[in-house]
T-cell receptor, first 111, second 114 residues
Framework: QKEVEQNSGPLSVPEGAIASLNCTYSDRVSQSFFWYRQYSGKSPELIMSIYSNGDKEDGRFTAQLNKASQYVSLLIRDSQPSDSATYLCAVPTSGTYKYIFGTGTRLKVLA | GAVVSQHPSWVICKSGTSVKIECRSLDFQATTMFWYRQFPKQSLMLMATSNEGSKATYEQGVEKDKFLINHASLTLSTLTVTSAHPEDSSFYIC??????????FGPGTRLTVT
């Protein structure tokens, strides 16, 4: 069974700090990785996708991928209370377009 | 771009009745649509995958006769919950993908069965 693992949290950071969210995956052939943000009672929203090793930056968000270590992370700079949400890591299963989701990390940004 | 809509956003129905939920990709053609269910404080659970013009593929444990999925066009998929019961009350969310791996989620439909 292929797996995607995340620390469920909650991860609490003060406003303005960097929040670091981590995800590990078991399928070595995975090629694409996605981060979604889900506010309570709402549906997930795609915030980052990453396909290549290294860093990908988009505004305050940076995704980092290390395929050798089977590790993908999301950094949120200058965290704001509005960033408080659950962050889901998603990895497509090999040969299909179905996602395996991590359980999500709940982030709390303290004002 | 990449907007997915769902209708209705919430619905209350009586036990034993059927409810249809629509999922539309508004600005792209969705080669595949997915239907998820989410109970409070739990993870998303994939129910089924549907491709335009094909029968849906259901995940293990999901009753295909109870959750009817129709993917009539590249922009529309429907989920019908037949003979709904209170235990079917949940948050139903669809997602759609175009030709890449990204899935774009609809806003969800909250179903309450009384």
């Amino acid at each position: 069974q292929k797996e995607v693992e995340q620390n469920s949290g909650p991860l609490s950071v003060p406003e303005g700090a960097i929040a670091s969210l981590n995800c590990t995956y078991s399928d070595r052939v995975s090629q694409s990785f996605f981060w979604y943000r889900q506010y309570s009672g709402k549906s997930p929203e795609l915030i980052m996708s990453i396909y290549s090793n290294g860093d990908k930056e988009d505004g305050r968000f940076t995704a980092q991928l290390n395929k050798a270590s089977q590790y993908v992370s999301l950094l949120i700079r200058d965290s704001q209370p509005s960033d408080s949400a659950t962050y889901l890591c998603a990895v497509p299963t090999s040969g299909t377009y179905k996602y395996i989701f991590g359980t999500g990390t709940r982030l709390k940004v303290l004002a | 771009g990449a907007v997915v809509s769902q209708h209705p956003s919430w619905v209350i129905c009586k036990s034993g009745t059927s409810v249809k939920i629509e999922c539309r990709s508004l600005d792209f053609q969705a080669t595949t649509m997915f239907w998820y269910r989410q109970f409070p404080k739990q993870s998303l659970m994939l129910m089924a995958t549907s491709n335009e013009g094909s029968k849906a593929t259901y995940e293990q444990g999901v009753e295909k006769d109870k959750f009817l999925i129709n993917h009539a066009s590249l922009t529309l998929s429907t989920l019908t919950v037949t003979s709904a019961h209170p235990e079917d009350s949940s948050f139903y969310i669809c997602s759609a993908r175009d030709f890449a791996y990204e899935q774009y989620f609809g806003p969800g439909t909250r179903l309450t069965v009384t």
